[in-house]
């Protein structure tokens, strides 16, 4: 009896340490969420999703994370996730709906926020966020009354007044627009974007020097906004005080090189001073945005002026999440400096061809999202930057699987290798000195090591010369230090003694791969393979060098491989590999397809489906597998996703 007892106690404390291990992810999954280390707290919620599927709430944070990502569609996922589980959920419905505004799918955003405000009528985000939804799909009085809702029930919510002030503006009333500007200002007196805003409007309604005041109020709490100087130096430039506009139109380049209309604006005022570089200014403007093309000397100022009205107000990257993304709906006062003075004086509203509504209402659409996450600030922690889908990087496939091998000492490895049986029978027979893996890592810094292991396998040949296994394990060897050409002859001999390996196949596979790649480097001194997505301005524009390269015995060799072992994925994933060198990308997705059906959880095989779906101009299911990647540890997905499929 007592025995009993003491299993019981031992059961039931392991049910709790596990209970107490599961809570204590979702914390640290929470806090990383809290911090901005938003790559971790995925990491968390997979680990608490492993073990516990039925719970919502790892789903729901994961969702936020990927939100934060701007991984919108694998967000949206893992909130249908949580909402199936816990249909009444509010945040899910709302989150959901504020991914599929990010993703124009207006009409969807809309159902959610209606099943939020049923579940949470008096929650005054959800109704701002509507309003964005209905202005998108042109209900401007629908917007309204959202907005009005929202500020009964939150008077002092200053998105909304700010929201409201464009819904305004898209039915002409500017000067109900700037009433709840100065609405925002009374509640947020040190809210630099509500005074860039007014004075927008205020431009609108020809009162400069109002206007000029705002935007000094903007600069001096925001002296970064490049807006502000830009429009500020439209003000001056319509007062013709082009030094002045110069001036400004240089601070804001200095700030944000990419502001097309600003290069136009500073043209323009330096055509009017006859200073040089006009010319050169228009030629970056209309580079930057073709829409802003033209030819001074080709037209009369009257025409010159109406081409220069093509210019887009100055502008700012949308700010989804943040108070302070107001600031988009700067673009609701386009470029109204053009030229005239004889040649080049700023021309009245008389003279500049007026902007149809429709042409209004578009540049007004941009709107700022409130944050509605209930998610508690870290208290006295420094926010740490982690979206990580704003570095820069190569968008490059990724690397074939190798058999590998590392020092069983060291930490060099990011992530867990993947296991394989066939794998553990060579480890076995060798009492796991060395350590042979399948990897895709970089190994270069162990090739000593490798020279060491072969000499191993040189006296292991000269006692047993009949054993196919010390064979494969040398040719392995030989493959990480290049040395291609003995690779090749002791697999061949691995082959001869034992025609049954699949390893000695996918090895053989491997070595003639990256041998065909070395003489297709040297033939054209080109870099790794890259599937050039056709998005990209810069990548389409690169020189393709054709080269007549032949992989048939590569592929004969992969597929005598998988003949052997069906269920083998890296063989799958590196003939895909192959298959997008040789443009056969429908071939590869195929390939791809069967590796992850064997490995649910292969990473680097979502991530070059991803690749090669999104190639494919499938982007909704390129972003689905990039999503997974991401999820499953590939931080570059996420960069992929933002530049290519929102």
């Known amino acids: 009896m007592r025995k009993q007892i003491l299993i019981l106690l031992l059961f039931v404390s392991k049910l709790a340490f596990s209970q107490l291990n599961i809570d204590h992810y979702i914390e640290v999954g929470e806090t990383r969420v809290q911090v901005g280390n938003y790559v971790g707290a995925i990491e968390n919620f997979n680990i608490v ?12 944070y994961r969702a936020v994370a990927k939100h934060q990502l701007e991984d919108y569609r694998g967000a949206i996922q893992d909130y249908n996730t949580a909402i199936d589980i816990k249909p009444y959920y509010p945040d899910a ?34 109704y701002n966020n509507r309003g964005i939804a209905k202005i998108s799909m042109k209900d401007i009085d629908g917007a309204i009354a959202d907005y009005d809702k929202s500020l009964q029930i939150s008077p002092k919510f200053t998105n909304a007044y700010i929201n409201r002030s464009n819904a305004r503006l898209q039915k002409n009333d500017i000067k109900g627009a700037i009433k709840d500007l100065n609405q925002a200002i009374m509640i947020r007196p040190h809210y630099a974007n509500a005074y860039l805003l007014r004075g927008l409007a205020r431009f609108e309604l020809n009162d400069y020097a109002s206007a000029l005041r705002d935007f000094d109020e903007c600069i001096k709490l925001e002296p970064k906004s490049a807006s502000a100087f830009n429009n500020r130096g439209i003000v001056k430039q319509k007062l013709e005080d082009f030094k002045g506009a110069i001036m400004d139109y240089n601070m804001a380049l200095s700030i944000d090189p990419t502001q097309a209309n600003a290069y136009l604006n500073r043209g323009i005022a330096k055509e009017n001073l006859k200073l040089p570089g ?42 989804a999440q943040n108070t302070n993304a107001s600031a988009q709906n700067q673009n609701a006062t386009a470029q109204k400096t053009e030229t005239t003075d004889d040649q080049t004086k700023v021309a009245s509203d008389t003279e500049v061809k007026k902007e149809t509504k429709e042409e209004r209402d578009r ?57 394989n049986v066939e794998l553990e029978n060579i480890n076995n027979f060798n009492n796991y000195d060395p350590v042979v893996t399948i990897s895709n890592k970089s190994v270069n810094h162990l090739k000593d090591v490798f020279k060491n292991y072969i000499l191993f396998f040189n006296e292991k040949i000269k006692n047993n010369s009949k054993e196919s296994q010390n064979y494969l394990s040398r040719g392995i060897f030989y493959c990480l230090i290049d040395d291609y050409n003995n690779s090749i002859t002791d697999l061949q001999k691995a082959i001869e003694l034992n025609d049954k390996n699949a390893l000695t196949y996918f090895s053989m596979a491997n070595c003639r791969l990256r041998m065909t790649e070395m003489i297709e480097e040297f033939k054209q001194n080109s870099e790794a393979l890259t599937v050039s997505i056709k998005k990209d301005p810069i990548q389409s524009k690169a020189t393709v060098i054709e080269t007549v390269t032949d992989y048939t015995e590569v592929l004969k060799d992969y597929e005598t491989c998988l003949q052997l072992n069906p269920k083998f994925p890296y063989a799958y994933f590196n003939r895909a590999y192959v298959k997008c060198k040789m443009k056969d990308y429908t071939g590869a997705l195929d390939d791809l397809n069967k590796a992850i059906d064997v490995e649910k959880d292969f990473a680097e095989a979502y991530f070059n489906r991803g690749l090669t779906r999104i190639y494919l101009d499938d982007v909704e299911g390129g972003a689905i597998d990039l999503s997974k990647a991401g999820e499953l540890g590939i931080q570059d997905a996420y960069n992929i996703i933002k530049r290519y499929c929102n």
């Open 278 to 319: 006009s010319e050169e200014d228009y030629a970056i403007a209309a580079k930057l945005d073709p829409k802003l093309a033209f030819n001074s000397k080709e037209v009369d100022s009257g025409a010159l002026a109406q081409a220069k009205q093509k210019a887009n107000p100055a502008g700012q990257k949308n700010q």
């Open 363 to 419: 540049r007004r659409y941009k709107l700022s999202l409130a944050d509605s996450r209930n998610l508690p600030a870290p208290k006295d922690q420094p926010v740490d930057d982690g979206k990580i889908q704003n570095k820069n990087i190569e968008i490059d496939l990724q690397p074939i699987f190798v058999l590998s091998s590392y020092n069983k000492y060291s930490t060099d490895f990011e992530r867990i290798q993947y296991y």
């Open 93 to 126: 419905y709302t989150n959901r709906a504020l991914a599929y505004l990010q993703l124009n799918d207006f009409a969807k955003a809309i159902a959610d926020y209606d099943r939020a405000i049923e579940l949470d009528p008096n929650n005054a985000n959800i």
């Open 49 to 60: 999703i492993r073990f516990k599927p039925h719970l919502p709430e790892p789903y729901y």
